[in-house]
Each structure stands twice: as C-alpha cells, then as structure tokens.
C-alpha cells in the first residue's frame, strides 16, 4: 500500500517537511516543523487523526493558543497560511513565496496575538482575504491591507506583472487596455520568450499563418 505524501501539509501547529525512515512496526514517521519553531517526528498515523497537533506538552504555544481561542477562526487561518508558504520550505507554495525572498515579518511570525491585533484594527473580516500592495514585498503592517478575494485573485503568482512604457500592471489588464488578445499575448510571452514590446505590438501575419493551416488541413486560404 503507498503511503500518503503530506509533504508541505498542515496537522494543526504542525506542518510535514519530509517523510524519514518508518517506525518499529513498520508505519511512516514524518520530520514535522512546529509553529513554534522547533522540529519534532510524528507517524502519520498520528498526524492524520489530530492525535498530534504540536511538536509536544512543553510546545510554548500551548498556553498562548489557549490564551486566545482562535485556533479554528478563519483569522488564525491566515496567519498559518501566510508562515507556512513563507517560513516552511517543505510548504507546495513556498517556492513562490520564501523562496523568491517574500518574508513575514519578526512581529508577526512569532506572535498570532500581534497579527490579530494588527487585523482588527485595520478592517478585517471573514469575507476578506490578505494583501501586499507592493506584489514583490513583505508580508508586514506597511504592505498589506485586507480585500475581497475576488479580487487577489488579480494579483498571484499566475498573472504576469509587466511593465510597459513605465507603468507597471497585470497582462489581463494591458489586453485590456490595448485591446489584445489575451492567450495569444501569454503565449508570446510565455511560450516564444518575446519582449514585452514585441508581445504588444507586432501585429498578427494572418496570411503566414493561413498557408501554415493550409499546409497541415489542406484546404483554401482565408484572408
């Protein structure tokens, strides 16, 4: 039977960094990273049920978790999501994030109260999301600001930032702008490797383009 990869996934204060050798009775131990900061070994056994939700009884965060009560709100939520792809990189999506240099702030990292306070004071809610409003900077209290999710979804590592004549936006909004094609645009981009110049202003060769259809198709070329 293969054994389930939790590679980067979260059990309660815990999240899985790699998987090392099985326990005596034959069952997988996972090397886990504690919110704390400390590292701990738990069969994933253990890890799938909640049995272990921390790297132990001593775990300082014992008594601040309790403190506070919000381990299951949506706040608490976004607090371990933005560590986990930031702090943790066993984490699926901290190549986009620590990895790229993207860090949370000391304050924060160490402190879900200090995160807390900082949100209720500067407009959270559940139906908003977090977001830097430089795209390339820190997770801190001068780069981000709560919004609806609807729109971060603008602003993630899967849009293209670009910068055009020295303006600087996502390329859904200079298609927008420009009146281009959107997946013809990403494809030169992404797949030919052109310049932003050259993505947005060379203009489509419909002739070349038809003789290639003919040839592949057969049939009349369309002007």
Same mark, same amino acid.
Not at 102 to 110: A, G, H, P, T
Not at 119 to 128: C, I, Q, R
Not at 147 to 170: A, D, M, V
């Given at each position: 039977?293969?054994?389930?990869?939790?590679? /980067?996934?979260?059990?309660?204060?815990?999240?899985?960094?790699?998987?090392?050798?099985?326990?005596?009775? /034959?069952?997988?131990?996972?090397?886990?990273?504690? *919110?704390?900061?400390?590292?701990?070994?738990?069969?994933?056994?253990?890890?799938?049920?909640?049995?272990? $939700?921390?790297?132990?009884?001593?775990?300082?965060?014992? $008594?601040?978790?309790?403190?506070?009560?919000?381990?299951?709100?949506?706040?608490?939520?976004?607090?371990?999501?933005?560590?986990?792809?930031?702090?943790?990189?066993?984490?699926?999506?901290?190549?986009?994030?620590?990895?790229? /240099?993207?860090?949370?702030?000391?304050?924060?990292?160490?402190?879900?109260?200090?995160?807390?306070?900082?949100?209720?004071?500067?407009?959270?809610? *559940?139906?908003?999301?977090?977001?830097?409003?430089?795209?390339?900077?820190?997770?801190?209290?001068?780069?981000?600001?709560?919004?609806?999710?609807?729109?971060?979804?603008?602003?993630?590592?899967?849009?293209?930032?670009?910068?055009?004549?020295?303006?600087?936006?996502?390329? *859904?909004?200079?298609?927008?702008?420009?009146?281009?094609?959107? $997946?013809?645009?990403?494809?030169?981009?992404?797949?030919?490797?052109?310049?932003?110049?050259?993505?947005?202003?060379?203009?489509?060769?419909?002739?070349?383009?038809?003789?290639?259809?003919?040839?592949?198709?057969?049939?009349?070329?369309?002007?």
């Amino acid at each position: 039977m293969k054994a389930n990869d939790y590679r /980067g996934k979260r059990f309660g204060h815990l999240v899985a960094l790699e998987r090392v050798e099985s326990s005596p009775q /034959g069952r997988a131990v996972w090397k886990c990273q504690c *919110d704390c900061g400390n590292t701990t070994y738990v069969r994933s056994g253990n890890l799938q049920s909640g049995a272990v $939700k921390s790297c132990g009884r001593k775990c300082p965060l014992h $008594k601040r978790f309790s403190t506070h009560k919000m381990t299951h709100t949506r706040l608490y939520q976004e607090w371990t999501g933005i560590k986990s792809r930031c702090v943790y990189s066993g984490s699926n999506k901290y190549k986009y994030y620590g990895a790229r /240099g993207i860090s949370m702030c000391k304050e924060w990292e160490e402190s879900f109260s200090t995160f807390a306070k900082w949100a209720m004071e500067n407009g959270y809610a *559940d139906n908003l999301t977090i977001e830097r409003r430089d795209y390339e900077g820190d997770y801190c209290p001068e780069n981000c600001t709560w919004i609806p999710k609807s729109e971060q979804s603008r602003n993630t590592h899967n849009n293209l930032l670009l910068t055009y004549k020295g303006k600087t936006q996502i390329l *859904d909004d200079w298609c927008k702008e420009l009146n281009l094609d959107y $997946k013809r645009t990403h494809n030169r981009l992404k797949k030919l490797g052109w310049s932003v110049e050259r993505a947005f202003t060379e203009s489509v060769n419909v002739k070349k383009r038809n003789i290639a259809t003919r040839e592949k198709y057969g049939g009349d070329e369309i002007e």
